[in-house]
């Protein structure tokens, strides 16, 4: 409804665009959103019960016409090493300062919380305020969530760092399990010495390699600050992507990527694409600056290790993508199967004008 009010400018101008009264159009939305919710969450109840196994996969590949199989673009497997500016410690004790002067202000009112928020965090609810929607503990990265369980209405959070940055969190009201809340999130910042520093140290790094003095796997393995892939040489994986959104599963940690994949990896992967098309295979690129997953600043080299050329799918090579498509496939039988005992169970009343039409299932007519 805010985005609507944000479009048309007033409450007004939206109410005569959809010719109701702002609480109709409210409730409307609120029972159409409510409706898909559930109805998606029993479309995942029973999906997610599927399984699929190696057989299955090779099963489905014979049995797929050649042509209807999908074509693999160009893939890129490269190498990197990253670097923390050194004063990193310094630059969070300073973020943690500021929000300690900013929580200061709030407590003795000489600032408001919601004002602060608009003007200084660097996270998307700044726009509302630092407001956030009603959600479960469960919703929040754990030091997040154990601060949030310990206010009260009103009250606000000592300095909290996560994985995003730093935190200030304030509790707006508690409903059952459902907790809104308001926060301002800062990050570290660097001066431009700090942030240069470790470009330069990279760049000689890169030189050493060049010139056969160090091989790109003992200076991932000895220098760089990447946890997930200093012990493999370098190789970039998907991994902090699938940490990210707490989707740790070992079957689909990839090392192959796509174009339209880096844009789904974050601000580091797009910054990756565009210093890797610049480069062939066994190239390293010159030191430069980006973000990790969550937003902290860091440099990084990137060496191109290969370019798999387009094809199309191969059990061999695309293992992960001919599961996928399989396991979808299997889940939409099983879906499809299950819709139709629900629907010879229950009366759709159809208008006899739409009864003639062309249903996917059908049972919908009796």
Known sequence: ???????????????????NPIFNIRENLRRRYEEE?????????????????????????????????????????????????????EA???????????????????????????????DGSALHGGEMEPATLQTFVQPFADALSELKPGQISEVVETQYGFH?????????????????????TYTTEELSEPDRQLDSIAELI??????????ALRISDDPYSRQNGGIVTNHELLEHYNANDARYTATKFLKEDFGNMGPS???????????????????????????????????????????????NEDYLRLEQMALNRKQEKVFGEWLSKKIDGMYVYIDPEFRDGEFANKHWVK
């Open 269 to 315: 992967a797009i910054a990756d694409f565009r210093t890797l098309s610049q480069l062939k295979v066994g190239d390293i690129s010159p030191a430069y600056q980006t973000q990790d997953m969550n937003g902290n600043q860091l440099s990084k080299i990137v060496k191109l290790v290969q370019i798999i050329p387009t094809h199309v799918a191969s059990l």
């Open 168 to 188: 200030l969190i304030q509790l707006i009201d508690k409903k059952g399990n459902l907790y809104h809340c308001r926060h301002i999130l800062i990050r570290p």
């Open 37 to 89: 919710a559930y109805a998606s969450g029993m479309q995942r109840e029973v999906i997610g019960k599927v399984t699929i196994i190696p057989g299955e996969v090779e099963r489905f590949y014979r049995q797929t016409d050649k042509d209807s199989l999908p074509v693999i673009g160009d893939q890129y497997v490269y190498a990197h090493i990253t670097k923390f500016p050194k004063s990193i410690d």
């Open 1 to 19: 409804v805010q985005d609507m009010i944000a479009r048309e400018g007033t409450i007004p101008a939206v109410e005569a665009k959809m010719h």
């Open 210 to 219: 060049r010139a056969d003095s160090l091989t790109f796997e003992e200076a």
């Open 92 to 122: 969070k004790r300073r973020a943690r300062e500021r929000l300690l002067e900013m929580r200061e202000r709030i407590i003795t009112g000489d600032a408001k919380f919601d004002l602060l928020a608009r003007i200084y965090s660097v």
